[in-house]
């Protein structure tokens, strides 16, 4: 794993997520794709398993220093680092190559990260929720169409060749 990189690469996505994906937003300013979602689904499937679950957990923590509502840190560090980790283990097992199948997957985990975010922040005293209905369906959904997109320059960038289940099991996992 090239860490230089992958530290510019959620670097360069976070600033995007909070600065520059608002003007491709669709209808109102909270319908845009979560950038770091779509890096998460990309290191689950292409990473190795232990490197899977450390870039999970970095990318959950980038997700929670660039949400909108400030002063909760934690609810996406562990959803987007359980979710990740288990999108890892599954992916050891089904193999998730086309697009249409990337679509969907980062559709759930989309759904279940921002599920579970805002069950861990409902917790919170001072719990307070954007709009979750854009959270839990419609950035999911923007992030899923566009996400196979990005797929492409993302493994260019991190010099990550197409890893198959056959590749996988003959280095003993």
Do not use: C
């Not at 491709?24 to 899977?52: C, E, Y």
């Not at 660039?66 to 097992?93: C, E, N």
């Amino acid at each position: 794993m090239r860490w230089f990189r992958f530290a510019v690469l959620v670097l360069v996505a976070t600033v995007l997520q909070t600065s520059l994906t608002g003007v491709i937003a669709l209808g109102r300013p909270d319908i845009k794709p979560d950038l770091l979602l779509i890096l998460l689904v990309f290191f689950a499937i292409r990473a190795d398993p232990q490197n899977a679950v450390l870039t999970s957990f970095a990318i959950g923590l980038a997700a929670d220093l660039s949400s909108p509502v400030r002063g909760h840190m934690g609810p996406q560090i562990i959803s987007f680092g359980v979710f990740g980790t288990l999108l890892a283990d599954v992916h050891s097992i089904l193999s998730i190559r086309r697009m249409p199948h990337q679509a969907a997957t980062i559709f759930v985990v989309g759904v279940l990260t921002a599920l579970l975010s805002h069950l861990l922040t409902f917790f919170r005293a001072d719990a307070g929720v954007t709009n979750p209905g854009a959270e839990l369906l419609w950035q999911p959904l923007y992030s899923a169409l566009l996400g196979p997109f990005l797929f492409f320059p993302v493994a260019w960038w991190m010099r990550m060749a197409r890893r198959s289940r056959r590749d996988t099991f003959a280095r003993g996992r």
